[in-house]
């Protein structure tokens, strides 16, 4: 209780007020044995920011002790003691003989406020302070506060999380909703950080259906629908015995808040005026109605994310224009938006030429546009001996629950007679390789555009490594599959697809082969070995494409000319890595930086996978510009040990597709 002692200036006049105005507690921050607050009565906090007192629940005759901002005309409670609602305006609060706060009405049974920590003695006041926490102390120490029992909001210092873990008294501190914008009663709304270290922050409902609205992400916590503010600032706290989130507010005279609305949205409020005006502006994090709860265009900004073991989602509706959602199924495993092929065709204005985007690793790639005018990005996968219908809808459903910023969303998809459709958010820029290898649009992408680029890229993978629940591999990690923003944010596409169509399948002769030679690790070309540590290895080569502007060339092409890593390492030893960079970046590259990327493309694109960093690993030396990076080794490949890879290997595991390894890695 750091804030503690701030700001009580008035409490040394405090004996002789209570002279004068008997039990008026209007000047006091402090309720101590024997003094009673009765229902007309409130105390203050130190500099008056907030008051303490009872509240009416309008009309009905019910008591709640609560607390609210002083400057708020409504009076709206941001903390209740919910439990213990009180029955008439007879009720009281005072410190009883044993030390404990307790609240009587005319049933004259005593509630005891602190019920979760009780004093062991009588020498206890209870103080209400300016960060909006009542504590409850016991010989100078606190034994008992508020801000451990949050009611619906979120106010800067207090924590929402798991504590106590490891111990036989661990406990869960979360925001439950209002039943109503009246009853401060439970309602069905709860803001919680998910179980075992998890980094996010999600919404629960009462049915479990589950969505998570931000996580923390390298240092700084992220919503995932809306922008965050710059007026508050989260920290994030995971240890053996803590999990938690807590936030506190930039600058002196602004503070933010956020409550968890009874109707599933968190809100974020904002006291813009030091004089005491609360101005209110609420963020759309809102849980998705289903189907049976009214419904309306509510959930525009809604989408179910990441799921967690044993949770269920709300259905996308409200996501996709109606007309263009031919079903929605209702039951729980189901929330894929289904199109029918009709409407594929008449977004694409029948797979039209001019509106092909490119030709994918799966199939060709169409642009649409939907009816409202939605722009699409529509896949129609290769005709495929697909396992079965169900399986693939359920592979799908399960990839479109994947949801990262560097991720290119799944919006839906289509499976009629011989046609598996997939359905993408537009993403106007195109891909990276457009921009990078590019002699005109290079220019565009500066260093530090270029460093955001890499970094978003690790993101994404991570995710697919390391949070998602399915761990994905993506095995075809190219310039080409990362797409771009409006913005200029980098998506991953195409990151289900190995899942989607299945190990043998992946190497069946319809399908090309997952991978394209430039960026595939040795072990994965050679044995067809493929781990997350052959990502690592494509993250590699992408990092060092991004930053040279060239194309690598795979490794078992390079009878004369260098390969890119190759390349890489002799001007990285000779500490020549501005040689190394893509021209047009002199003049906003910071050399130091050149120099630390290259290496981490190196140690990425090391021949034997234990040599790699993880990416997690990546992430912290993309992210900490301390953190010591490991040497790497010279690239095997350079020294031409592969040379003496038997051709009949190659043959072997190139020749059983019709991947277009002549075309694809052009000499
Ligand atoms: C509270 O104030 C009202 C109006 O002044 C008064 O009628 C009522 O008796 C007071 N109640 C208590 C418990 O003092
Ligand atoms: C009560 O607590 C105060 C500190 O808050 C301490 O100074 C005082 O000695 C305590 N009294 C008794 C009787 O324990
Ligand atoms: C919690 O996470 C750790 C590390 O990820 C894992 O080893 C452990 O089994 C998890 N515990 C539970 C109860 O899920
Ligand atoms: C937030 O959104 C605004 C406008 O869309 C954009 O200019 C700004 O860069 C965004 N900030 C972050 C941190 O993404
Ligand atoms: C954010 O909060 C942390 C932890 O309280 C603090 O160390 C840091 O200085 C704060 N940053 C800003 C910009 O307020
Ligand atoms: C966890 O709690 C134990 C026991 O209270 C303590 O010894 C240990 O230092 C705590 N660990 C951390 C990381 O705070
Ligand atoms: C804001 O506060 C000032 C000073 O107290 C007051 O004059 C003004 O009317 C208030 N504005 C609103 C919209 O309440
Ligand atoms: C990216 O796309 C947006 C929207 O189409 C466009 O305004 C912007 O100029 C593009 N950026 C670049 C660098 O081409
Ligand atoms: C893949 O093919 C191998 C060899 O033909 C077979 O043993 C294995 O069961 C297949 N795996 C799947 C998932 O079909
Ligand atoms: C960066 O790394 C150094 C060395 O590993 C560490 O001491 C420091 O705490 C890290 N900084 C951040 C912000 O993580
Ligand atoms: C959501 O789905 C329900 C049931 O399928 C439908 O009645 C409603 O119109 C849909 N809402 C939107 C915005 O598409």
Not at 55 to 60: A, C, I, K, W, Y
Not at 156 to 167: A, D, E, I, S
Not at 543 to 552: A, R
Request: net charge negative; with cysteine.
């Amino acid at each position: 209780m750091a804030s503690k002692k701030s700001n009580r200036g008035g409490l040394l006049l405090l004996p002789l007020l209570v002279l004068f105005f008997g039990s008026s507690f209007g000047v006091t921050d402090t309720i101590r044995p024997r003094d009673l607050l009765t229902s007309n009565d409130t105390i203050v906090s130190g500099a008056r920011v907030f008051e303490l007192g009872f509240f009416d629940d309008v009309g009905s005759g019910i008591y709640y002790l609560g607390i609210w901002f002083k400057a708020d005309p409504n009076r709206r409670a941001v903390w209740v003691n919910r439990e213990n609602p009180m029955i008439d305006s007879s009720c009281t609060l005072q410190i009883r003989y044993d030390g404990n706060l307790v609240m009587i009405d005319r049933r004259q049974t005593p509630m005891i406020v602190n019920s979760g920590m009780l004093a062991t003695n009588a020498n206890t006041s209870a103080t209400l302070l300016d960060s909006g926490n009542f504590v409850l102390e016991q010989g100078g120490a606190v034994i008992w506060q508020s801000f451990d029992y949050p009611t619906d909001t979120y106010l800067p210092g207090m924590k929402v999380g798991w504590f106590g873990l490891n111990t036989d008294q661990s406990r869960i501190q979360v925001l439950v909703s209002w039943m109503s914008p009246q009853n401060p009663s439970r309602g069905l709304f709860t803001l919680a950080v998910g179980y075992n270290g998890s980094t996010k922050l999600g919404v629960w409902r009462q049915d479990n259906v589950h969505m998570d609205i931000g996580f923390w992400d390298r240092g700084s916590f992220r919503f995932i629908f809306v922008n965050t503010s710059d007026r508050y600032n989260f920290s994030y706290v995971s240890n053996e015995n803590e999990t938690y989130f807590t936030f506190n507010s930039k600058g002196t005279d602004a503070s933010t808040w956020f409550v968890m609305a009874s109707t599933g949205e968190l809100e974020e409020h904002n006291m813009v005026d030091a004089n005491g005006n609360i101005s209110f502006s609420s963020v759309s994090h809102q849980l998705c109605e289903d189907s049976q709860g009214g419904n309306s265009g509510k959930c525009l900004t809604s989408i179910p994310s990441t799921c967690e073991e044993g949770d269920d989602f709300a259905l996308v509706n409200g996501t996709m224009p109606s007309s263009a959602l031919v079903e929605i199924s209702q039951q729980k495993d189901q929330d894929l938006a289904l199109f029918t092929f009709s409407n594929i065709e008449v977004a694409t204005d029948y797979f039209a030429p001019r509106n092909k985007l490119g030709e994918g690793g799966f199939g060709p790639v169409y642009k649409g546009q939907l009816p409202e005018g939605l722009e699409i990005a529509v896949k129609r996968l290769s005709k495929m001996s697909r396992q079965g219908l169900e399986e693939f809808k359920n592979e799908v459903n399960l990839i479109s629950k994947l949801q990262h910023r560097n991720l290119v969303r799944l919006l839906g998809c289509c499976i009629e007679g011989e046609e598996s459709i997939l359905i993408y958010e537009y993403m106007p820029n195109k891909s990276l390789d457009s921009f990078i290898f590019d002699p005109e649009k290079r220019a565009l992408l500066d260093w530090r555009k270029r460093i955001g680029i890499i970094e978003g890229i690790a993101q994404g993978i991570l995710y697919l490594h390391k949070y998602s629940r399915l761990r994905i591999i993506h095995r075809d990690l190219k310039t080409s599959n990362i797409l771009l923003d409006r913005d200029m944010n980098p998506k991953i596409s195409d990151f289900g697809m190995a899942r989607i169509f299945g190990e043998n399948e992946t190497r069946a002769k319809t399908i090309r082969v997952v991978g394209t030679c430039g960026y595939m690790s040795p072990e994965y070309a050679m044995d067809g070995l493929f781990s997350e540590m052959s990502d690592v290895f494509a993250f590699g080569v992408i990092l060092l494409e991004i930053v040279s502007g060239e194309k690598n060339i795979a490794f078992f092409e390079c009878d004369h000319s260098l390969n890119l890593p190759g390349k890489a390492w002799n001007l990285w030893k000779e500490a020549k890595c501005t040689e190394f960079m893509d021209r047009t970046l002199a003049t906003s590259c910071s050399h130091n930086s050149v120099e630390r990327l290259v290496q981490l493309g190196l140690l990425c694109a090391q021949e034997r996978p234990m040599y790699r960093p993880t990416m997690s690993d990546v992430v912290s030396m993309l992210n900490n510009e301390t953190i010591p990076l490991p040497l790497p080794r010279e690239p095997a490949f350079l020294t031409h040990k592969m040379d003496s890879a038997p051709s009949s290997r190659r043959h072997r595991h190139f020749s059983a597709s019709e991947m277009t390894v002549s075309e694809l890695c052009a000499r």
